[in-house]
């Protein structure tokens, strides 16, 4: 998260948008996996799961709350 936070400054803004998150994920993420040799192999990488999980995880909205 702190990442994401510095990342907005940079570009200007006081707040984190998922397009942030989704961007620096790999980068914050990928050395935490820890692959089969196996799963190498085959072509996966730490990048390809981290990805691979941005696009099956729906951005979470903020329901507006109605009185």
């Known amino acids: 998260m702190k990442a ?27 050395h935490r ?7 190498r192999y085959e072509g996966v990488t730490q990048e390809g799961i981290i990805d691979q999980i941005l696009q099956e995880v729906d951005v979470p909205v903020r ?3 109605h009185g």
């Open 4 to 30: 994401a936070k510095a990342y907005a400054f940079i570009d200007g803004r006081d707040y984190v948008i998922p397009d942030d998150v989704s961007f620096l994920a790999s980068y914050v993420l990928a």
């Open 33 to 39: 996996l820890i692959l089969r040799p196996e799963a």
């Open 63 to 65: 329901k507006e709350m």
